[in-house]
């Protein structure tokens, strides 16, 4: 046979549908029950959440695809993304909240100082509420000493202020904890802005 016709029997074989058709058929590269791999035109359900290869029929691989996560992997990629959407969603609240780090500067002084000026207007409170309680109490010592029965309203009065004391306490108590609370937000949103607002690097030409 002349070597032009045998030239041409082999470009037409390789051009057939049937050539073309193996040169792009793969396989997937599994685990089987026993741990050993196996390499085959198909893969059976079971073992598809063990992760498996697909590979061409040249040998070269063409996609990994990893194990399925357990469940408790899955518990924590879970928690992750959770955690991730929550705080991309506060991201967004700063962002609308403050246009600069001057503004949150501002929100946080104006915050703060409104709060110390609460507290301060309950400890004066309570300085005159105890010091009206010291009072009923002196002026009822003074009738008991002198040999009478202390009178039921002053009595009653002293209850109402002594109430009202721990009321006060109460209140003052509350707000350092919220003066507490808001100088810690303050403080991790001051670094949040920060990182939000820094200038983004642009990758080096090559």
């Known amino acids: 046979m002349k070597p032009a016709l045998i030239l041409l029997l082999i470009t037409s074989a ?4 049937l050539a073309l058709a193996n040169k792009d058929r793969v396989y997937y590269r599994y685990l089987n029950d026993e741990g050993v791999p196996v390499l085959n035109s198909s893969i059976p359900p079971q073992f598809i959440h063990k992760g498996y290869e697909v590979v061409s029929i040249r040998g070269e691989v063409l996609k990994v695809v990893p194990p399925a996560p357990d469940e408790e992997e899955a518990e924590k990629m879970a928690q992750e993304r959770r955690a991730q959407l929550e705080q991309e969603r506060y991201d967004a609240v700063l962002r609308r ?21 609460s507290i301060n207007i309950l400890e004066n409170s309570l300085i005159n509420l105890r010091a009206q309680i010291e009072k009923q109490q002196s002026q009822a010592a003074a009738v008991e ?9 002053i009595l009653r009065h002293i209850a109402i202020l002594q109430s009202e004391q721990l009321d006060i306490e109460a209140q003052i108590r509350h707000r350092r904890e919220e003066l507490k609370e808001a100088a810690e937000r303050f403080e991790r949103d001051h670094a949040r802005m920060q990182l939000l607002l820094k200038p983004r690097q642009l990758p080096d030409n090559p």
Do not use: F, K
């Open 14 to 17: 390789l051009a057939s549908p």
């Open 97 to 117: 909240r403050y246009a600069s780090m001057n503004d949150l500067e501002v929100d946080r002084d104006r915050s703060l100082l409104e709060l110390e000026n």
């Open 145 to 153: 000493r002198g040999g009478r029965e202390v009178s039921p309203e």
